[in-house]
């Protein structure tokens, strides 16, 4: 669904991916694992075109990906940031509203109603500023807002970031209903239980470079790698 | 994203009850002075919707106010519209440049963007001062004002144009909260907090800048051909930018995003203006003193520091109830 092929990325003259190649595949949840600084956030934010790919392939659904972020964003790839973003000056029904209009199409997949239905709590908050949502309820909001653009292809940067356990428990629950729901996802994430139980597959980044592929059971079982690549 | 509260709503009433009193009371003089008032006020609207809300600090809007005047005098005294087809086409001609002008320089930030929009007015200043076809120096004169003889009404008479300014003033600010508070106000507040993350959401960043600018253009526009047909005559120096600088100065005075404080700060600001150079020709300086005051106060400008007073004073009445109700149960516990 989306390849990634010797890319290279990085912040202006520092480069931070060296010919990181991968492949997530159709209904299936792949997690980027590595320590900090590895590149994880770096690969999803050169796949949404917010770095620019100096050089390598991302290819999206057989086709180039485009490189500006907002065609990456209509071609069907929604990113949830790590930094959440969530526009402090409007409600919450303000922050849906700004992904629901744009994406919403004639029949979407998913509605105001059908997010709301996955996410209760934000129901009650819709009138709330973004300011005044506690950490777990934005990453409620930025999941949602996600999802109502309507994607093929769902980019999470650390869900469970700064978030209390219980919230980590219930942002699992609702992502693993989402996979059953046949929702693609990319989740880079340091919890490495909260990852390995929601993936099918795994890729760990190393100095820019996928240094493990496999499947979500044989990285928990091959401690060599965890303590090797993840400081496990 | 702008909402109303009851301060706002306050402040507006206020000053629409004393524009309303100045009007149908003032005399002559008077009522030259709201009118000035009331057509600051529409310009420094549109440059709160483009600096205020949209990050956009413009030094062209005094040109974009001049395009509107300008279009306005040439196509109602010299190609011979009538004069209400004469205003839609000068205001459909100021958006659409100030479109333009909002495509271009949407890529730029910061200083490059207020570079790139003086850059713009001082070209329209140039053009205007040494065509023939706008009168040079000499500007143009014999400007009709809107025709309302139908409804009986004589724009001729100030009071009856002052009265017709504070209506559309009225109109522009209901208009800028209908904007402000669409889907295109929304994107606005999303742009101005993170670009990227607007991008990352499709969203094509720079066409939502150009759609405000070219909105907040018209605005500017309007303002201009009220002020061509309030004095019925109009020069080059109306797209000086000075006159952008001073409806700058005019925002930040009353209070940047907050549409209620550009409206403050345009009735401050002339009302000094005329106070002052009553007293001395030097009256710049003291305004210069009173902006930077209020610049090195940290307020957002005078209706920002009435705002700051306002919560803060909602938040000590809650915090004494908070104590009173916290004092009541310790005692019921007792």
């Known amino acids: 669904m989306l390849e990634l092929s010797g890319i290279e990325s990085g912040y202006g003259e520092t480069q931070v991916l060296h010919g990181l190649s991968l492949e997530a595949q159709q209904g299936r949840v792949l997690a980027i694992l590595g320590r900090n600084g590895a590149g994880k956030s770096t690969t999803l934010k050169t796949i949404m075109g917010l770095l620019p790919l100096k050089s390598g392939k991302i290819v999206f659904e057989g086709k180039p990906i485009a490189r500006q972020p907002y065609d990456v964003a209509k071609s069907g790839i929604a990113y949830v940031p790590e930094t959440r973003d969530i526009f402090p000056s409007l409600t919450v029904r303000e922050n849906l509203e700004i992904a629901a209009k744009r994406f919403g199409g004639a029949a979407p997949e998913w509605t105001m109603e059908r997010v709301l239905d996955l996410f209760p709590r934000l129901g009650e908050r819709m009138d709330n500023g973004g300011t005044q949502l506690s950490g777990g309820e934005q990453q409620m909001l930025a999941i949602a807002r996600g999802l109502l653009m309507n994607p093929r292809l769902l980019i999470l940067d650390e869900p469970t970031e700064g978030l209390a356990p219980i919230i980590v428990k219930l942002i699992h629950d609702k992502l693993q209903d989402l996979k059953a729901a046949g929702l693609p996802m990319i989740i880079v994430e340091q919890n490495f239980g909260f990852a390995t139980s929601l993936a099918d597959d795994v890729v760990v980044v190393g100095k820019g470079q996928a240094v493990w592929t496999g499947s979500a059971e044989e990285i928990r079982a091959d401690e060599a790698a965890q303590h090797t690549w993840l400081g496990v | ?334």
């Not at chain 2, 629409?16 to 003032?26: D, G, I, K, S, Y």
């Not at chain 2, 709201?34 to 062209?60: N, P, Q, R, W």
């Not at chain 2, 659409?96 to 200083?111: K, L």
């Not at chain 2, 000086?240 to 700060?265: K, M, Y």
């Open chain 2, 1 to 334: 994203m702008f909402r109303h509260n009851a301060l706002r709503c306050t402040v507006l009433l206020l000053l629409a009850a004393a524009a309303l009193f100045q009007a149908l009371t003032a005399g002559y003089f008077g009522l030259e002075i709201l009118t000035e008032i009331l057509i600051l006020a529409i310009l420094v609207l549109a440059l709160d919707i483009a600096a205020g809300f949209g990050g956009m600090v413009s030094l062209c809007h005094g040109a974009l106010m001049g395009v509107g005047a300008y279009a306005y005098a040439i196509l109602s005294a010299k190609a011979g519209l009538s004069p209400p087809v004469a205003m839609a086409a000068a205001l459909a001609l100021t958006g659409g440049c100030a479109w333009v002008i909002g495509a271009i320089c949407a890529r730029s930030h910061g200083i490059y963007f207020i570079m790139a929009t003086l850059a713009f007015g001082q070209m329209a200043y140039s053009y205007v001062f040494e065509a023939p076809v706008f009168g040079g120096d000499d500007g143009l004169g014999g400007i009709a004002r809107l025709d309302l003889s139908l409804i009986g009404v004589d724009l001729n008479d100030s009071r009856s144009f002052a009265l017709f300014c504070l209506a559309v003033l009225g109109a522009v600010y209901g208009a800028s909260v209908l904007i402000l508070r669409s889907g295109l106000g929304r994107s606005l507040a999303g742009v101005m907090h993170n670009e990227q993350r607007m991008r990352a959401l499709g969203l094509t960043v720079w066409r939502v800048k150009a759609d405000v600018f070219g909105l907040s253009g018209m605005i500017a526009g309007l303002a201009g051909v009220l002020a061509a047909q309030h004095v019925m005559y109009i020069s080059p120096g109306l797209l000086s930018w000075t006159v952008s600088g001073e409806a700058l100065v005019v925002v930040i005075l009353g209070g940047l995003g907050t549409l209620v404080g550009p409206l403050v700060g345009a009735a401050a600001f002339v009302l000094l203006k005329h106070e002052l150079s009553a007293l001395t020709p030097h009256w710049h300086l003291v305004v210069g003193v009173i902006l930077i005051a209020v610049v090195m106060s940290r307020a957002n400008g005078i209706f920002g520091w009435i705002e700051a007073c306002w919560g803060g004073r909602a938040e000590r009445r809650a915090a004494k109830a908070v104590r009173k109700q916290k004092t009541k149960e310790v005692l019921s516990d007792a």
